[in-house]
């Protein structure tokens, strides 16, 4: 599916950021890269649900402001700001949790956008020690290389849906460079490298489906 690994990971950049949010400590994890496609196709994928199950999930409900949705099996929320093509801002209700996402597209030129996402959590110490920001940012990993293979291919569903690349080398091979990259984003923005590291191993199992390293 992915013929160049190193490629598909070295075109998003990552970063963790700390700061605070009414009054609590929060991180962010920020994803950027750039799409060969206009703005308004865009950010036509990003929102009409007919496009969105090709390469993130099924979404209900309305993605206009003040809008409710859900996603299938995962988070639901309100859209707190809509301004086409764009920015898209969100709550993410997930588990008794509330973080928040936000999207914002510029236009390169006709055929070129460049996307940033942000998505934003209280921090909570013992799941960051065990997971890391990485646990959040894989699965947003997968999600832009889902989005990118929709664009370039058509491809009518997201790579990790298909059981059967989830059990490839390339898909293992993906998940730990993905973590290995959010690892070095934590160390950037002034985390433990022992405790990043460890981090990232557990969030690696994790998505590869293995037990967590011992003592992780």
Same mark, same amino acid.
């Given at each position: 599916?992915?013929?160049?690994?190193?490629?598909?990971?070295?075109?998003?950049?990552?970063?963790?950021?700390?700061?605070?949010?009414?009054?609590?400590?929060?991180?962010?994890?920020?994803?950027?890269?750039?799409?060969?496609?206009?703005?308004?196709?865009?950010?036509?994928?990003?929102?009409?649900?007919?496009?969105?199950?090709?390469?993130?999930?099924?979404?209900?409900?309305?993605?206009?402001?003040?809008?409710?949705?859900?996603?299938?099996?995962?988070?639901?929320?309100?859209?707190? #700001?809509?301004?086409?093509?764009?920015? %898209?801002? /969100?709550?993410? +209700?997930?588990?008794?949790?509330?973080? !928040?996402? &936000?999207?914002?597209?510029?236009? #390169?030129?006709?055929?070129?956008?460049? %996307?940033? /996402?942000?998505? +934003?959590?209280?921090?909570?110490?013992? !799941?960051? &020690?065990?997971?890391?920001?990485?646990?959040?940012?894989?699965?947003?990993? %997968?999600? /832009?290389?889902?989005?990118?293979?929709?664009?370039?291919?058509?491809?009518?569903?997201?790579?990790?849906?298909?059981?059967?690349?989830?059990?490839?080398?390339?898909?293992?091979?993906?998940?730990?460079?993905?973590?290995?990259?959010?690892?070095?984003?934590?160390?950037?923005?002034?985390?433990?490298?022992?405790?990043?590291?460890?981090?990232?191993?557990?969030?690696?199992?994790?998505?590869?489906?293995?037990?967590?390293?011992?003592?992780?």
């Amino acid at each position: 599916m992915i013929h160049d690994i190193a490629a598909a990971i070295g075109a998003t950049s990552r970063i963790v950021r700390k700061r605070e949010r009414d009054g609590k400590p929060a991180e962010s994890v920020i994803a950027e890269r750039t799409y060969d496609i206009g703005i308004k196709d865009l950010w036509d994928a990003l929102t009409n649900p007919e496009r969105l199950p090709r390469w993130f999930s099924p979404v209900t409900g309305d993605l206009k402001l003040g809008g409710r949705y859900q996603v299938e099996g995962n988070a639901g929320g309100t859209v707190t #700001v809509c301004d086409p093509p764009k920015t %898209l801002e /969100l709550t993410w +209700e997930f588990g008794g949790t509330v973080s !928040w996402v &936000e999207v914002h597209l510029h236009a #390169v030129s006709e055929d070129e956008t460049h %996307l940033q /996402l942000v998505h +934003e959590g209280h921090i909570d110490p013992a !799941w960051a &020690e065990k997971y890391g920001p990485g646990a959040t940012g894989v699965g947003w990993d %997968l999600g /832009l290389l889902g989005l990118q293979t929709h664009i370039a291919s058509g491809w009518s569903k997201p790579p990790e849906a298909d059981m059967e690349w989830t059990r490839t080398d390339e898909y293992k091979l993906f998940v730990r460079k993905s973590s290995a990259g959010w690892r070095d984003a934590s160390v950037a923005a002034g985390n433990n490298p022992q405790i990043a590291a460890s981090a990232a191993a557990n969030t690696t199992s994790f998505y590869l489906g293995e037990a967590p390293p011992e003592g992780g």
